[in-house]
């Protein structure tokens, strides 16, 4: 079956540097997204990959590796805004997107 | 650029009554999706459209209907709604430009509740 693995929940403190690990197990691949939802809202783009390696994008980063069906949401320098969930989504050989339930990032002063 | 609307943000529903959900964008995106999220899960695609006229089933199209006869415009139909309906439903929208692996740009979303 299909499968998108990721924390429930992670907490970190602002000023520091955290890792949203996400795997992933679909049939086909054709990327990997990262989304960021806070509560109640609706979730917005962070970042696509479908190569190996990172993509940097600011304060954040994403990591693919297609051969180990992983990925990972690299966020630096964190601001009491960025806490919310962050939704991990793999694209299938249908073009279909299988998400992950969400981590939610907690974070402290 | 309003990007994608939903109404109503918030509808409480008596087991076996009928309703529409409604959505629409303005930025003359190809691809239209509906979605609902269930606490502690996964967006789970219902129905989605490539185009006006054209309609297909997502992972869980069972007790609802959609139609696109427009490009702007894709309304979501529950049937005799039942609690399991209960759930925040999401409409998004992608140019279809790159084929399907655009983004996709997300409405305010609906909180229907079945009682």
């Known amino acids: 079956g299909q499968n998108i693995d990721q924390p429930t929940e992670m907490t970190a403190t602002e000023g520091a540097i955290v890792q949203i690990n996400c795997t992933y197990q679909t049939s086909g691949f054709n990327g990997l997204f990262w989304y960021q939802q806070h509560a109640g809202e609706a979730p917005t783009f962070l970042s696509y990959n479908v190569l190996d390696g990172l993509e940097e994008k600011g304060r954040f980063s994403s990591f693919l590796s297609r051969s180990k069906g992983y990925s990972y949401l690299l966020l630096k320098e964190l601001q009491m805004k960025d806490s919310a969930s962050y939704l991990c989504?793999?694209?299938?050989?249908?073009?279909?997107?299988?998400w992950g339930a969400g981590t939610k990032l907690i974070i402290k002063p | 650029n309003a990007g994608v609307t939903q109404t109503p943000k918030f509808r409480i529903l008596k087991i076996g009554q009928s309703m529409t959900l409604q959505c629409t964008q303005d930025m003359n995106h190809n691809y239209m999706y509906w979605y609902r999220q269930d606490p502690g899960m996964g967006l789970k695609l219902i129905y989605y459209s490539v185009g006006a006229g054209i309609t297909d089933k997502g992972e869980v199209p069972n007790g609802y209907n959609v139609s696109r006869s427009t490009t702007e415009d894709f309304p979501l139909r529950l049937e005799l709604a039942a609690p399991s309906q209960t759930s925040v439903y999401f409409c998004?929208?992608?140019?279809?430009?790159?084929?399907?692996?655009?983004?996709?740009?997300f409405g305010p979303g609906t909180r229907l509740t079945v009682l």
């Open positions: 998004a929208s992608s140019p279809g430009t790159s084929g399907s692996t655009d983004t996709q740009y």
């Open positions: 989504a793999a694209m299938d050989s249908n073009y279909q997107l299988i």
